[in-house]
Every structure is written in structure tokens, then in C-alpha cells.
């Protein structure tokens, strides 16, 4: 009896243990995917990524440091290979690296920043220091965000559609912290963030930068989730000699490198398929060849197509993801800021311009965001769209991390036919007596010295307050009719006198904006001008000529629009300024002053025929109202450039201030053709009609006496435009060349 019991005993065991190496042999390994960092060459993981999905094999989880966090995030979260190829392929990375905003995410006074100055350094303590990076990383984020927010409620990254985990660096310990948990689109950031490249990124009072500084192949930790079998692929930078370490960057690279390239050596041998694309051509940042890149990384992953084929075999339980929407309008139904200590809930809104009650693109919510962060007066903003029941609307929670730097200096370099050569300092302090006040001073030395002094309260959509103070002067040539009297006996005899003329403007006035990107200003204004000559002597007093020593008293209001997507070479947007002045008295020189008004409007139109080719059409007109007792606030025209005072206008055909009269009328058409990118050749054609009263006989437009034809080069280099320009005027038979070098101010 005993001895059939253990009989049956025996068959159980055995039959127990056929079934448990039945069902091990017919389990599915466990296939993790481990992608290293390397810059643009992380391009390669796609290329890897769309080999993968054409044989069907499953990955059970993603690791990934710097672009392969990025990269293998996004995989995870749901993207396919082929749609990773077709996201990157659309994204401009110079604008996406250099936290580029475009002209429209900023305020007016930003703008003239952009156009203005070479470099801006924080000037803390009478020291100047630098930035703690090239780039803060919010256009990434914001990238990151948007892909990412299908699966934005997912805090523990091992409940995404594939388990994921990535790699930072704790800077202020230099331990290797593995990221499982909390916002996926930070996360990546913080793995990404390369030092002196991107700022770091502070998650929980942690101070986080690029993973790959001390783990940039998380094999192990990989291996650790439960892992049978690994495919890793590898895009590190093998150590360069002397002769190609030639930047900066290369050096930093170089000694990154160090460290990770020898662990390599060990943890290449611990994954089951190793991939090492050959792009040793490329660099780190070679973005723009990103096509490139990927080609690459298919053929490295298919010289292990026996090993992924039998990877493969073993494999019957594939599913293949849903495809991933990119969501592309949303509503803003409530907005909550956190981290606000010095800038108000009203200034945030007010850069935001988010209306709740209208449904919008995503590049707009995307776009006001910047409008927030290239104020300059945050180092981030990060942010998470919370659903509502509407399937399209959210409630946007955000954490703004403000700049702890207020005061810069800043420089700029300008050389031109008119002002000659001119070097520019700025000092720039904001929260000077408020939170969100603003104060800069410009300095121009040079052939004509000059100065700037602006100072602005600024309170987004609600009444701001400006002071504005202004000095210049220039020597020139000007037509005879702008400062001389129409009875004055010298008219008869000089077409052009050599003058100086100063000019010291002060503005105190309100501003607000409305409908987004309206700017209206009501102010008043007093002006200084000044005009003599040493051409012209006056013997009975011993003296220069003096045209002009007048102070005028006036009122002014200006609305102006500009969503140019370029400042000096616009491909697209729409740009108007519009101003009037009513000018209501006078001391000094002229005695027998009378009130009269000055009106003038600019209108400029962009288009671009393709990618190359853009044609941008201006229209310009100004008349005078009432009292002619003064010439020299009149309308001049000649010569080229940018940021004329009063109401003189560039005409090519004529030099500077050739032209003059009470009212003009102007058009200007300039194809642009970008033969190389920042080269620029440019063709212009621009006709006028000026002349005293010239809308008091209706054929102001019939009668275009005046015209002018240019063809030049521009070059957009790091210290502004560099131009020459031919010009040519058929009415005179006179040519002018124009040379100019850097940003006009």
C-alpha cells in the first residue's frame, strides 16, 4: 500500500515538473531596450527604432540617458519609429536649442532688444558674470510636453505603454539617480539637460543635469527590472585627437566623455544585441542632418538582423500600439501660478493672453508660454494641462521660477553711412523701484554720440506707464527745404547745406494692449531741436548759423502692430505704426510759433513664394496739419536705414535727407532671395511723391516724381546685418552705395 503511494507520488512530481518546463519553455523572454546619449547622433535610435517595428518585436521596457531618454520616452509613451522620423524631421533644433522664441512670443520692448543688442551678460554687484547656460530648455520642454500629454497622468513611468526609466546626474552630489516617477516631460528634460548647454533642472530640491555625466548606458539598472534578453544601442563619441578638438564645446565633450567611454567597455558586453551606428562623421550637434543620422541607424540595426530574427522567433505575442494623436487646439479653462513672488498674477495673465472662453491652436498656448518666458524674467515655467469633462478643455497649473538676475549689461556695434561708426553700452535693471518695472540706459559712443533712456512699468493688458528720454545727433549734407523758410533768400541760392543737427526728446505716457498684439500709447512729449551750420557764417555775430533752437511742447498718441517673423529680413507678417502728434507750443528760437498737427503711418506686408523667395511690400504717408512754422519737423527723405528720429525715411536712389516736404507718400517693394541661409540677396525698387501740401490737389498718388532702384548683399552674422547696397535714381542719373554692419540703434 505504501509502495503505491509513493508510486503515485513519484508521477505527480514528475508530471508537476513537465508541465513547469512546459510553460518555461512557451513563456516569452523579457526583451528590454537600453539607448545611450550622444546629442544629435541619438538620431541613430530612430533609425533603430523603425528596424524594430518592421519585424514586429516586442520591447517590454525602455532605458535611456540625454537623447536617448528623449528618444526612448517617447517610444515608450506610444510613438511608433516612423512617426519619431516624421516628428524630428519637422522641428527647426537651432530654434528648439537655443530657447529661440519668435518675435511675436515677445513685448515690444524685448523685441527692440532682440534687434538690438550683440551679447547680454548679468551684472550682479558691479561684477559681470555669465549665464548658467546657453539655453533654459523651456522650448524642449515644451516640445516634450506636448508629445507626452496622452500620457501625462501617468506618474509612475512603469504604467506607460511600455515601462520606462531614464538617467540624471544630482549636481550637487554627482550621484546617478534613476527617474521611474513624476512629470515624464520633466524628467527627460533634466536627463537631457548637457551642462553649459542647458541650464539644470531643479525636480523635488534637486539640481539635475545630463544623466550621461555619470551613467550613460543604464544597462545594469536595466538588466535589474527582470530583463532576459537586451538590445543596445550605443551612439557615444569615441575620445578625438588634438587635431579635432577645436571648440569649446569639443573639449567639454571630450572630458564628458572620459568617464562613460571606458565604463562602455564593460557594459557593451553585458547586453544580447549591441548596435553601434557609424556616424562617426557627425557631431553632437549636426541636427541639421538629422535624415542623415537615421539612414545610419537602419543599417547598424540590420547587420543584426540574424540575432533580431531570432529574437523574433521566440516572440508570438506582439501587439501593436494604437497611433498616437499629437493634440493640436485646446480651451484654457482656468489658469493657477505657483512660485510668483516678485511678478503679480495679473502681469503673468497679461503675457499668457490666454482667454478662456475661446478655443485656440496649440503653437498659440505654446506661443504664449514663451510670451511669458522671453520677458527674461523667468528661468522656467513649467506647467501641466489638467482635463476637464470637455474632451478639449483644460485647467493649466503651472510653477513659474523666476530669474534671481535683474541687472545686465549689454553691447552692440554699429557702423553707417549717417551715424558712422558707433559702439553701444547698456545698462539694464529691472525691479528698480517695482516688481515689474524695467529701467535701461544706452550709451552710444562713436562719430556722434548718443544716448537712450527708457523706463517702463509694465502691466500686460492693464494701463502701463513709460518715460522715454532721448539724445542724438549727426552731421550731413540735408536739402535746403528742410530747415530753411520757403521766403528765406538763401533757398534760392544753396539746393543743400552741410548742418548739425541734435535733437533731445522726452516722453512721458500710458500704454496698454489689447486684441493680443495692439500697442496703444497716449502721452506727452517735449522735444529739443537744434539745427546750425559752420557752412553758412554769420559775420555780424562772428558765429555759426543757427536754423533751429526751439523747444516744442506737444501731445502724441501711437498704435502699432508687428508680428513680422524678422525684424530685418521678414519671410511673413503684417506690421503697422501709426502716429499723430499735435504740437501746442514752442519757446526759444522760433517766435512766431503756431499749433499744427504732424500725422504718419507705415504699413509693411510679408509673404514668402517658398523657402527661398520673399517679397515684403511697405507703404508709407504722413501729412502736416495746420501752421507751417517750422520746416524742420517736417518730412525727409533719402539714403538707408532703421530707426530714423522724428520723420525722416529711408528712399533709396537719394542720399540721406535729399528730400523734403510737409507730406509724402511712399512705396517699397524688396524680393529677398536667401541664396545660402543667412545670405541674402536683395532687390528693391521704392517710389515717392513729398512736397508742401501735396493732398491738397488729390494727385498725390498719380504723380510719383521720384524713384529708386537697389541691388545688394546681406549677410546675417552674430553682430547684426552686414549690407552693401547699389542704388540708383533715374530721375538724377546719381548712384549710392550704403554699407552697414551690425544691429541699427
Known sequence: MKKKHL??????????????????????????????GGGAKGFAHIGVLKVIDSLKI?????AGTSMGAIIGSLYASGYSGKQLEEIFESQDFEALIN???????????????????????????FKITLPSALSRGQNVYNLLYQLMLPVDDISDFSQLPIPFFCVATDMETGESLIMDKGKLAEAVTASGALPSLFQPVVIGGD???????????????????????????????????????????????????????????????????????DISNFSVISFDEG?????????????QLPKLHELKSIQKNYKEHAKLEVIDSLRINSVNIDGNDRYTRSYILGKLKFKGEEKISYSDFRQGINNLISTNNFDAFRYRLKPTEDKYEYNLVGEAIESQASMFLRLGIHYDGLYKSALLANLTKKKLFFNNDIASLDVVLGDHSR??????????????????????????????????????PLLTDLNKIDVELSDFTNQVYLQTIFRKDFSLKLGGEHKRLKITSETIFDEDEGAEVVFENTDYFSVFGNLKFDNYDNFYFPNSGFYFNGNFHLYLDASGFNTSFLDFSIAKADLGYAFSFNDKLSLRTEANGGFKIGNASTNALGFGLGGYGFNFINNFYSFYGYDYLSLSGDSFVKATFTLDY????????????????????????????????????????SLE???????GKYSYSPETGSSYWFFNLGFWF
Open 291 to 303: 535624415k542623415d543620422i537615421i539612414t545610419h541607424g537602419e543599417i547598424a540595426a540590420k547587420t
Open 674 to 713: 536667401e541664396v545660402f541661409k543667412k545670405h541674402h540677396i536683395i532687390l528693391a525698387a521704392n517710389y515717392a511723391n513729398i512736397d508742401d501740401g501735396l493732398f491738397d490737389t488729390g494727385e498725390f498718388i498719380s504723380l510719383l516724381n521720384y524713384s529708386g532702384y537697389a541691388v545688394g548683399y
Open 99 to 125: 530657447d529661440d522664441f519668435s518675435r511675436a512670443s515677445k513685448s515690444f520692448y524685448e523685441r527692440e532688444n532682440a534687434q538690438k543688442y550683440v551679447v547680454s551678460l548679468p551684472f550682479d554687484k
Open 717 to 723: 552674422t552674430f553682430l547684426g546685418p552686414l549690407e
Open 58 to 62: 516586442k520591447i517590454d521596457y525602455v
Open 7 to 36: 508510486i503515485t507520488l513519484l508521477f505527480l512530481i514528475i508530471l508537476f515538473s513537465l508541465r513547469a518546463q512546459n510553460s518555461t519553455t512557451q513563456s516569452e523572454p523579457k526583451v528590454g531596450l537600453v539607448l545611450s
Open 451 to 488: 544716448y537712450n533712456f527708457d523706463y517702463f512699468i509694465d502691466k500686460g493688458y492693464y494701463i502701463s506707464l513709460g518715460i522715454k528720454s532721448r539724445y542724438n545727433q549727426f552731421n550731413k549734407s540735408v536739402t535746403s527745404s528742410l530747415i530753411l523758410d520757403e521766403d528765406s
Open 207 to 277: 539640481v539635475l543635469i545630463d544623466g550621461g555625466v555619470t551613467n550613460n548606458f543604464p544597462v545594469e539598472e536595466l538588466r535589474a527590472k527582470g530583463m532576459d534578453v537586451i538590445i543596445g544601442v550605443d551612439v557615444q563619441d569615441p575620445l578625438k585627437d588634438r587635431e579635432s578638438l577645436k571648440s569649446a564645446l569639443d573639449i567639454l565633450l571630450q572630458i564628458n566623455n572620459f568617464r562613460t567611454i571606458d565604463a562602455m567597455k564593460t557594459k557593451a558586453k553585458l547586453v544580447d544585441i549591441y548596435i553601434k551606428p
